[in-house]
């Protein structure tokens, strides 16, 4: 139980583009949802958590405007990348916890590489 | 390209050694805490988890300790296997929603 897919695993596209990133909880519903960040030897930068019906959350020094994230559903959240640049190349990864989820594990994508050229 | 000047700290042992990777959180506040296992190319993959009130907890194979008074959290594999070779980081909850991540320990198994 309690798996988390997100798609595509993997896409590169030019400088300039929006990407869209899908994450799904698939035998679980979810409230809320996190996107992090993961540069290469790095850990796990919290970008914004994804409330469902409601506005994300976003962490200190993420723009909103550059990541947008959708959370329409209790099993969807998306987070788009706008006018992609190398920069934005890394490692995107989402979670989901479950309804009754007051301290209780996160549950992992298994992450979308974005290379941006 | 990729950083400079970033690398894990890795631990070496050899196959059939028991492991231990430590932790130092940062929040006092935090009052729960998870170890999870992160493979090349893939997402972070739920090993053990510990609420403030407890120090101790074991799985199978695995145990982790919680030391608040010094903000230390340790994870112990036994019988180290080929298969458990990953970066392992742990993870705190300052908030009842925000998980926090750690810097990351590789692990290495040697044959």
């Known amino acids: 139980g309690a798996v988390v897919s997100q798609h595509p695993s993997w896409v590169i596209c030019k400088s300039g583009t929006s990407v869209k990133i899908e994450c799904r909880s698939l035998?679980?519903?979810?409230?809320?949802m996190f996107w992090y960040r993961q540069f290469p030897k790095q850990s796990l930068m919290l970008m914004a958590t994804?409330?469902?019906?409601?506005?994300?959350?976003?962490e200190q020094g993420v723009e909103k405007d550059k990541f947008l994230i959708n959370h329409a559903s209790l099993t969807l959240s998306t987070l788009t990348v706008t006018s992609a640049h190398p920069e934005d190349s890394s490692f995107y990864i989402c979670?989901?916890?479950?309804?009754?989820?007051?301290?209780?594990?996160?549950?992992f994508g298994d992450g979308t590489r974005l290379s941006i050229l | 390209g990729e950083s400079v000047g970033l690398h894990l700290p890795t631990l070496s042992v050899q196959e059939g050694d028991n492991s231990i990777i430590n932790c130092a959180y940062s929040?006092?506040?935090?009052?729960?805490f998870i170890w999870y296992k992160q493979e090349s190319g893939k997402g972070p993959q739920f090993i053990i988890d510990?609420?403030?009130?407890?120090d101790k907890r074991q799985g199978q194979r695995v145990t982790v300790l919680l030391n608040k008074t010094v903000k230390h959290l340790s994870l112990q594999i036994a019988a180290t296997q080929p298969g458990d070779s990953a970066v392992y980081f742990c993870?705190?909850?300052?908030?009842?929603?925000?998980?926090?991540f750690g810097s990351g320990t590789r692990l290495l198994v040697r044959p």
């Open positions: 979670s989901a916890r479950d309804l009754d989820g007051l301290n209780q594990p996160q549950h």
């Open positions: 035998d679980f519903q979810a409230t809320t």
């Open positions: 994804s409330n469902e019906g409601s506005k994300a959350t976003y």
């Open positions: 929040n006092s506040a935090s009052d729960y």
């Open positions: 510990i609420r403030s009130n407890m």
């Open positions: 993870a705190e909850t300052p908030s009842s929603y925000k998980l926090i």
